[in-house]
């Protein structure tokens, strides 16, 4: 089955401490990217990748990290969690060179106290 | 900047009303746009639409895009509760050459707000 992976899908931390969240996808698309889901602010892009070693930022990118070692694998790592980046994340795939939608995982909820 | 509005933000209706739903957007080097349909989690995808005038349907939706006018709506005819979701727009524009990116541009997406549809019984 086509999908997108992400893990974990909730985790409360304390700020400052170290994670990182994983993404998947079985897809072989060549883009990836991540969001971040806040109320009243709607879905706003944080990194994308649009091939192996090839990422760029996206709208909120402060705080954040990403590597793409792997065509299906795009990690997304807050080395210095902070309360305000407590949010829901999506990680999303699509093959862009022919212009087809984004294929969104199942978010992860992340709360850092 | 690019820009994307949605409206109405909210709306409550009965089954078998029939809602119409707004996306306004500015962008540059508009490429597509689409729809998504958000229940409890993951966005799922509804439509994408290329060309003016050319209405996409499925089932009870359809969707139209006017290029010139720089909008689209999302109708959904005899609603029904399964129907209550966030429904978001997102159009797609090419990006700006990254410089590591061996000259490829690739499409963005920028997400509306959304629109909190609610169908009663």
């Keep these: 089955e086509a999908q997108v992976t992400q893990n974990p899908r909730y985790l409360i931390t304390v700020t400052g401490k170290k994670l990182t969240v994983t993404c998947s996808q079985n897809m072989n698309h060549e883009y990836m990217s991540w969001y971040r889901q806040d109320p009243g602010l709607g879905l706003r892009q944080i990194y994308y990748s649009m ?16 590597s793409r070692k792997e065509k299906r694998n795009f990690p997304l790592i807050l080395e210095s969690p902070s309360p305000n980046q407590t949010s829901l994340y999506f990680c999303a795939s699509s093959n862009e060179l022919r212009g087809q939608p984004q294929h969104f995982g199942d978010g992860t909820r992340l709360s850092i106290l | 900047e690019d820009k994307v509005v949605q409206s109405p933000l909210s709306l409550v209706v009965h089954e078998g009303d029939t809602v119409t739903l707004n996306c306004s957007y500015e962008v540059t080097n508009f490429r597509s746009l689409l729809w998504y349909k958000q229940e409890k989690k993951a966005p799922t995808f509804l439509f994408m639409l290329t060309s003016s005038g050319i209405e996409k349907k499925s089932g009870r939706l359809s969707s139209i895009l006017d290029k010139k006018e720089l909008f689209s709506i999302l109708n959904i005819t005899a609603t029904q509760t399964g129907d209550s979701a966030v429904y978001l727009c997102a159009p797609r524009f090419r990006t700006a050459t990254p410089t590591n990116a061996g000259g490829t541009s690739y499409g963005k997406l920028t997400f509306g707000q959304g629109t909190i549809l609610t169908v009663h019984p």
């Design chain 1, 51 to 66: 091939n192996v070693e090839v990422t760029d930022k996206g709208d909120v990118p402060e705080g954040y990290k990403v």
